[in-house]
């Protein structure tokens, strides 16, 4: 295969938890054997990419803070490009409003009974497990406002944990979206625009020479897709083999294990 790089989708690929998925050591030592560059991206928002290096080095991965991007740095990059001088309000977890913040951005996060201080120009919907009732109510009320954007970090519905699947920041974005009546200005992450920029930035390639792997059909495979990359579904995660008969997104290639990367990147 003809590819001089390689972007990693993280949870359901590599780990589930702080665990490393069997054959995915095998898989990475095959992308170094080839010399390919590559790049982790991850639709967790919840924590900065330091968090990620550190927890791949649980799982015995190494990576570098520098390669890997998330839904959160991928969010603060939209933010900055569009809404730098405004007040922001956040449905998310601790790490995200953190990592806005960093990047400076004017970031509240909203109160578990829906509380504000400030009269926020937008509205970001992340994966928060506080999310109940009154938090919902709040939002129904800030975009009643027409003027205030609404912007969801990733639209993963239903994420792969060591306990098994959980609810994603996606449950959140759907359900403030249907009782506002409005779809999100922009959902981030994988497979957007900018997620798609900002990765190929990284890797310096142009998309015809990246490979991306990973076991979401409508994230990964459809961010490889869109681009012009080839795209390889492994079915460790979310994704079963029989689930790409019925999408209308379809992988170039079908791995049952990261293992098969070797074989994969030795075809001509």
């Given at each position: 295969?003809?590819?001089?790089?390689?972007?990693?989708?993280?949870?359901?690929?590599?780990?589930?938890?702080?665990?490393?998925?069997?054959?995915?050591?095998?898989?990475?030592?095959?992308?170094?054997?080839?010399?390919?560059?590559?790049?982790?991206?991850?639709?967790?928002?919840?924590?900065?990419?330091?968090?990620?290096?550190?927890?791949?080095?649980?799982?015995?991965?190494?990576?570098?803070?520098?390669?890997?991007?998330?839904?959160?740095?991928?969010?603060?990059?939209?933010?900055?490009?569009?809404?730098?001088?405004?007040?922001?309000?956040?449905?998310?977890?601790?790490?995200?409003?953190?990592?806005?913040?960093?990047?400076?951005?004017?970031?509240?996060?909203?109160?578990?009974?829906?509380?504000?201080?400030?009269?926020?120009?937008v509205l970001v919907?992340?994966?928060?497990?506080?999310?109940?009732?009154?938090?919902?109510?709040?939002?129904?009320?800030?975009?009643?406002?027409?003027?205030?954007?609404?912007?969801?970090?990733?639209?993963?519905?239903?994420?792969?944990?060591?306990?098994?699947?959980?609810?994603?920041?996606?449950?959140?974005?759907?359900?403030?979206?249907?009782?506002?009546?409005?779809?999100?200005?922009?959902?981030?992450?994988?497979?957007?625009?900018?997620?798609?920029?900002?990765?190929?930035?990284?890797?310096?390639?142009?998309?015809?020479?990246?490979?991306?792997?990973?076991?979401?059909?409508?994230?990964?495979?459809?961010?490889?897709?869109?681009?012009?990359?080839?795209?390889?579904?492994?079915t460790t995660g979310?994704?079963?083999?029989?689930?790409?008969?019925?999408?209308?997104?379809?992988?170039?290639?079908?791995?049952?294990?990261?293992?098969?990367?070797?074989?994969?990147?030795?075809?001509?």
């Amino acid at each position: 295969m003809d590819v001089r790089g390689v972007i990693f989708d993280v949870d359901g690929t590599l780990v589930r938890g702080d665990e490393p998925i069997p054959g995915a050591a095998a898989g990475l030592d095959a992308a170094e054997a080839a010399g390919l560059r590559r790049l982790f991206v991850s639709n967790n928002p919840t924590k900065p990419p330091e968090a990620y290096e550190a927890r791949l080095a649980r799982a015995g991965i190494h990576a570098d803070a520098d390669e890997v991007l998330t839904a959160g740095t991928v969010t603060a990059r939209y933010l900055l490009d569009r809404h730098a001088a405004d007040s922001i309000a956040v449905v998310g977890e601790p790490g995200l409003v953190d990592l806005l913040g960093e990047a400076g951005l004017s970031v509240e996060r909203v109160g578990r009974d829906g509380d504000l201080r400030v009269d926020p120009a937008v509205l970001v919907a992340s994966l928060d497990r506080r999310f109940g009732y009154k938090m919902l109510r709040a939002c129904l009320d800030l975009l009643a406002d027409g003027d205030v954007a609404f912007v969801g970090t990733d639209p993963d519905v239903v994420i792969p944990a060591a306990e098994g699947d959980v609810p994603g920041s996606g449950a959140i974005v759907d359900a403030i979206a249907n009782v506002a009546g409005r779809e999100p200005a922009a959902v981030l992450g994988k497979p957007s625009e900018t997620a798609r920029e900002m990765a190929l930035d990284r890797l310096d390639l142009p998309p015809e020479d990246v490979l991306v792997v990973g076991d979401r059909l409508d994230t990964d495979i459809a961010l490889g897709a869109r681009s012009g990359m080839t795209t390889a579904l492994v079915t460790t995660g979310v994704t079963a083999a029989e689930d790409v008969a019925s999408s209308p997104i379809t992988p170039d290639h079908v791995l049952d294990s990261l293992a098969e990367l070797e074989s994969l990147l030795a075809e001509p």
